[in-house]
């Protein structure tokens, strides 16, 4: 019997993101003592790479913004696929969360009056990002980071310890969620990297806030820890995912040189005037206004051109479209031979602002360019393309509470969690949803953990022979192919991304998905006889070998639900079916993991949106999303409707 | 698109000890030294220790020293080397080895949990607080660190005198002393704390000879030396060491 | 490092890069480059200047051709000083004083330049090793910083900055009376005037561009928005700073050419060429 370490918690947060923080300050707050675990350094966060902003109705710079036009914008991104509470509540309380940043001494840019500046951005009706520079997300970060150590510095003039109260273990994994007899969490398996030793963390309540899916395709913008590790712990302890067919693809990719091919090219270039053109120089997303968009959309350059100075009486450029309608529309262009030389298109600022304008505003993208491309943006334009950015989809919460479904005591937030963002995410919403939803995660968590007998922990105890099977499964690949031909690692990560991106990709059709389940089948079976070097101290293959696990369940709940969603929606968008079908508009694909090891789905029914939420659009635009029988009546307090 | 065979000797080993380790590794078009370590980890020496993250310079992990220069492994192109230049890559040499490239930098989170974090003003709410931005830019220059630490590690007052870690907080912590000092908003003094005495007093500024190696290295291009730290000793000499400054200071304290 | 909070405390007896723990490779640095060559350059260049500078501080001659002084001997205040006509003669030591003139004026220079940032730096590298260059061992076994005596007193830079502010403005004065000829008459101008206004022009940058004078300007405030000239000064000072390095090599090497022009004319060896 291997001998495990255990420690007793009352909140584990797993991932120190801008939501595993957010939530772990919470929880801290509320009274629990909490635990952070996180892959990296604590510090180094995958968030840190948000450029844009975070997306809140402070009206700072356009006093006519407010919680229900950022309602409106969310949901008409997420092509009315939301869950609308969740976008409803990220709505109303995006603003305090980051003015609470700045009491945490987070520095924005400032407006001329001192307030918080806003800027435009794709999607958003009004200028409403907070930013700093292009290094939002390292700002957030940055700012919650020092905020945990300023409590534990607070723990510490009381306690005399600094991590009695909270605690982050830095450069740990993951492995299972681990639940006690009744099906409650119990706690968390986990290994830390450097030694390869094994730690169990006993808590009644963990929050999962591990981020996306990204590095199970070959072209993204996504970090090495985007494995979907809070995916496939939520799915493996039971609890379902959703929308897992929406995968956003970012519009501007770097596309060259190879080895930085995917990493972002931030949206604020577009919001601060960047314009695309393809090979014969034309800016071609005027071509491309879906019917949904054309009122909202400038028809000229010279209207889009103007908008920039005067948004009050002008229509935004088209640059400016939600991202999958921009993505899509460079992908035809290079499809159809107007491409730039490396395969992407044309992003030019430089003939648009003056240099040092330039390097002001947009400098992160221009020393990127610079030190990475050797391009330098102030002087040339830009080669861009889709990249895999964000998935919309994951483990189905609780709007109010972001509790799991099916497992007490699992709660999720972030990008990890799914629903908020509907079949699309607007740029911006992503930062504004990690600290609603991460901090209401770890409100909620703390309160279950601390909703026992007399008010105290709740009990959850974590059964021996479920440690020994974590520890068991962690170890399999040292154990060797058991006769067959070891499996490289590295490989199977290689084949997986390249199935992924190219079958299940930014178009997709129904017989190339049926074939990247084949291949994902094939690949799991070959992963079982995975075969490391070495030892367990500080051993990326080890570390790769146990994340495949993840990535290909992941992978496979995305091509599963793809190919079962027949319309075009947002983040997903079948050849085959290239219309948006309001009788899908409704459908929620759950996905779980079934008897054989793999994945089933199951279809249900979302709540209908409430009257006074949907009184907040015109009839009109309803109609072209919501089925007849959802409109309902146009009485107003009419409260439930529709199915 | 060429393809040519580079020839890496890359330390391996752990606090035990180790060894520069020859390899000789395809290298394509366009790569970064980051990329030929993974090519490596892929084809050759798969438990190849390295520590990294975004591969785009924005999260300060892959820190390591290439030929002797603290640098990130995802900024250091190759095209900066000649084909048949031997490239040497070690781990930092100011922080204890784990494995291969990876260092125990807990020296950095500890000297982190030492300094004072921001204290709000006590009469302004969330949403109240009104900052010009000429006055938040000294501060977000230095909020720009990605914290990769070879500015530590670059640092020869704790990489050649071990015996200093203690005393001396080093350049990212004695720029993030210069940021909060420098914060429109800051309340610490209101609240009892002196950044300035205690960046000079607790945390070893004047350790610093401000030779300027960590402005040298910095990949977010800090002017740390120029902006942070001497600025910081400056503040420091209004409060400790100029008599005028402090006979000034006494007089309009009396009037008000 | 499982938490990354455990105080560092390590005592062991080697020391630097070679400490017990870090990854062990025997040699000092891994450098490639030639990292040698700028602090040997920079000392190079110190020792030139110290070395003539000497020279010329004790020689007590050769230091006035009318109208030019030499900015070694200005102001100068003792009582052995040549006379010069208009010039900075100001007897305030008056006659016990014996030695070289020079050595009472510069003092002021010499202690500016010597606890300047810039040059501390260049000095700490070309002259104490400390270090050498970024990433080479340094050869102390022990090192305090600016923690003790004496260095600690380079905190007392600005005073220095205080006193060059009339040092530079007296040199200021001795340019304006090199629009003299030989024979004091105003109006006229020659190659050394054209080199005195370049030396002067030099000195007030570096001396504007000190960091202590950036700091006093308006470094040291906390909230800019709330004194706009003083925030314009600070912006003009940071961006003369950001070429400090520049501004103390070519306003030292200038100084210096100016005496050695002077030197030249007062020793007959050169004539000054006259413009009008």
């Known amino acids: ?643 | 698109m060429s393809t040519y065979d580079a020839r890496f000797r890359i330390w391996r080993g752990d606090a035990d000890g180790g060894e520069l380790t020859d390899y000789t590794v395809e290298v394509h078009d366009g790569e970064v030294v980051l990329d030929v370590v993974h090519r490596l980890q892929a084809t050759q020496t798969p438990d190849l220790a390295v520590r990294w993250n975004c591969k785009a310079g924005k999260c300060g992990s892959c820190s390591a020293e290439i030929n002797g220069r603290p640098r990130l492994l995802c900024m250091t192109r190759m095209s900066v080397f000649a084909r048949d230049e031997v490239i040497t890559v070690t781990p930092m040499r100011a922080f204890p080895v784990v494995r291969d490239l990876v260092t125990d930098v807990s020296f950095n989170y500890a000297k982190a949990l030492e300094i004072p974090a921001f204290v709000p003003p006590a009469e302004l709410g969330p949403g109240e607080y009104r900052m010009r931005q000429e006055d938040v830019e000294r501060s977000q220059e230095f909020r720009k660190c990605i914290e990769c630490f070879l500015c530590q590690d670059t640092c020869h007052v704790v990489r050649d005198h071990e015996e200093n870690k203690e005393a001396f907080a080093g350049p990212r912590f004695l720029m993030r002393i210069a940021e909060l000092d420098m914060h429109p908003l800051d309340a610490a003094e209101a609240a009892g704390t002196d950044r300035r005495r205690t960046a000079q007093e607790e945390h070893g500024l004047g350790y610093c000879n401000i030779t300027k190696c960590c402005t040298e290295v910095c990949p977010e291009s800090i002017r740390i030396t120029d902006n942070a730290l001497i600025p910081l000793k400056e503040r420091v000499v209004d409060r400790k060491y100029d008599p005028l400054v402090w006979l000034g200071n006494t007089i309009r304290r009396r009037k008000t | ?276």
């Open chain 3, 1 to 276: 490092m499982a938490t990354g909070t455990e105080p560092p405390t390590r005592h062991r007896a080697a020391t630097g890069v070679r400490s017990a723990g870090r990854a062990s490779v025997a040699a000092r640095h891994l450098r490639t480059d030639r990292w040698w060559l700028s602090p040997a350059a920079t000392a190079a260049g110190l020792l030139a200047f110290v070395a003539y500078s000497t020279w010329r501080a004790f020689a007590n001659a050769d230091y006035y051709a009318a109208p030019y002084v030499s900015p070694f001997y200005s102001p100068c205040l003792a009582e052995n000083c040549v006379p010069m006509r208009g010039g900075p003669n100001w007897e305030v030591f008056g006659s016990w004083w014996g030695l070289s003139p020079a050595l009472l004026i510069l003092v002021f220079p010499l202690g500016f330049r010597l606890t300047c940032y810039y040059y501390r730096k260049a000095y700490y590298r070309g002259f104490w090793a400390s270090p050498p260059a970024c990433a080479v061992a340094e050869p102390h076994r022990t090192y305090t910083g600016e923690t003790r005596l004496p260095l600690v007193l380079q905190n007392l830079h600005r005073y220095f900055f205080y006193a060059a502010l009339p040092v530079a403005g007296i040199l200021t004065y001795d340019t304006v009376l090199t629009f003299r000829n030989a024979d004091y008459a105003w109006g006229h101008a020659g190659l050394g005037t054209l080199l005195f206004l370049v030396n002067i022009a030099l000195i007030w940058a570096y001396t504007l561009s000190c960091h202590s004078c950036r700091h006093i300007v308006g470094g040291r405030l906390r909230h800019f928005s709330k004194h706009p000239v003083r925030y314009r000064l600070w912006t003009w000072t940071g961006r003369l700073n950001a070429r400090h390095m520049l501004l103390a090599w070519s306003s030292l090497i200038s100084v210096a050419l100016c005496d050695l022009y002077v030197y030249l004319l007062a020793t007959g060896t050169f004539d000054d060429p006259r413009f009008f």
């Open chain 1, 1 to 643: 019997m291997t001998h495990v370490e255990r420690e007793q918690w009352d909140v584990v947060v797993v991932g120190a993101g801008g939501a595993g923080l957010r939530a772990a300050i919470e929880a801290r707050r509320a009274g629990a003592r909490t635990a952070v675990i996180c892959k990296s350094l604590f510090g180094k966060a995958h968030t840190v790479m948000a450029e844009g902003g975070i997306a809140a109705s402070m009206a700072n710079v356009h006093p006519q913004d407010d919680w229900k036009t950022h309602f409106r914008d969310t949901m008409r991104g997420g092509k009315f696929l939301n869950q609308w509470r969740m976008a409803e509540l990220h709505a109303q309380e995006a603003p305090e969360r980051v003015w609470e940043l700045e009491t945490w001494g987070a520095l924005f840019d400032r407006t001329p009056d001192g307030r918080i500046s806003q800027r435009n951005f794709g999607g958003h009706e009004y200028p409403r990002l907070a930013h700093v520079g292009d290094r939002t997300g390292l700002e957030l970060l940055r700012t919650l980071q020092q905020k945990t150590v300023g409590l534990q510095q607070e723990d510490h003039r009381e306690t005399g310890d600094h991590e009695g109260r909270l605690k982050v273990f830095q450069e740990f994994t993951v492995t299972r969620v681990l639940k006690d007899a009744d099906g409650k969490v119990a706690g968390v398996f986990c290994y830390e990297r450097e030694t390869g030793r094994f730690l169990v963390l006993e808590a009644p309540a963990v929050v999962l806030a591990t981020g996306g899916i990204g590095k199970s395709f070959k072209v993204t913008s996504n970090s090495w820890e985007y494995t979907g590790d809070g995916h496939a712990l939520a799915l493996l302890a039971g609890a379902p995912l959703v929308n897992m067919e929406f995968v956003q693809f970012h519009p501007t990719g770097m596309v060259w040189p190879p080895s930085v091919k995917g990493i972002l090219v931030t949206e604020s270039v577009r919001g601060d005037g960047g314009v695309l053109r393809n090979s014969d120089g034309r800016r071609f997303m005027f071509d491309y206004v879906p019917d949904v968009f054309k009122d909202k959309y400038a028809e000229t350059e010279e209207e889009g051109d103007r908008w920039y100075e005067d948004p009050d009486h002008n229509r935004r450029p088209p640059e400016l479209l939600p991202r999958d309608e921009v993505a899509r529309a460079i992908n035809s262009e290079v499809k159809a031979g107007r491409g730039s030389p490396h395969g992407g298109v044309f992003l030019d600022v430089s003939t648009r602002m003056p240099a040092d304008a330039i390097r002001r505003r947009l400098p992160s993208m221009y020393h990127q360019f610079k030190e990475l491309a050797d391009v330098d943006i102030t002087a040339e334009a830009m080669e861009v393309g889709p990249t895999c950015h964000y998935v919309m989809g994951g483990v189905a919460v609780d709007s109010e509470t972001a509790a799991t479904v099916g497992v007490p005591g699992l709660f999720a937030a972030g990008e990890v969690a799914g629903g908020m963002h509907g079949s699309n995410r607007l740029g911006g919403n992503s930062l504004s949803d990690l600290l609603v939803f991460g901090r209401r995660a770890g409100l909620h968590a703390a309160r279950y953990a601390m909703s026992g007998a007399g008010g105290g922990a709740v009990t959850a105890r974590v059964e021996a022979a479920d440690v020994e099977a974590a520890a068991a499964e962690a170890l399999a690949p040292f154990a060797g192919p058991d006769g067959h031909a070891p499996e490289n690692p590295y490989t199977l990560h290689q084949e997986l991304q390249q199935t992924m991106n190219d079958l299940v990709g930014i178009i997709r059709r129904e017989g190339e998905m049926a074939e990247a389940l084949d291949r994902i089948a094939a690949l799991r079976a070959r992963a079982r006889r995975i075969s490391v070097e070495g030892h367990r101290q500080f051993n990326p293959g080890w570390h790769l070998a146990l994340d495949l696990r993840n990535m290909l369940l992941v992978g496979e709940c995305v091509a599963r639900a793809a190919l079962e969603r027949t319309e075009s929606r947002g983040g997903h968008t079948r050849e085959d079916y290239p219309g948006m079908d309001r009788a899908w508009r409704p459908v929620n694909l759950l996905c779980r993991t079934s008897d054989g090891g793999g994945i089933a789905l199951e279809r249900t029914l979302t709540k209908p949106i409430r009257s006074d939420l949907l009184a907040l659009f015109e009839r009109e635009e309803l109609a072209k999303y919501l089925a007849e029988e959802e409109l309902g009546s146009e009485e107003p307090g009419s409260e439930e409707l529709g199915s």
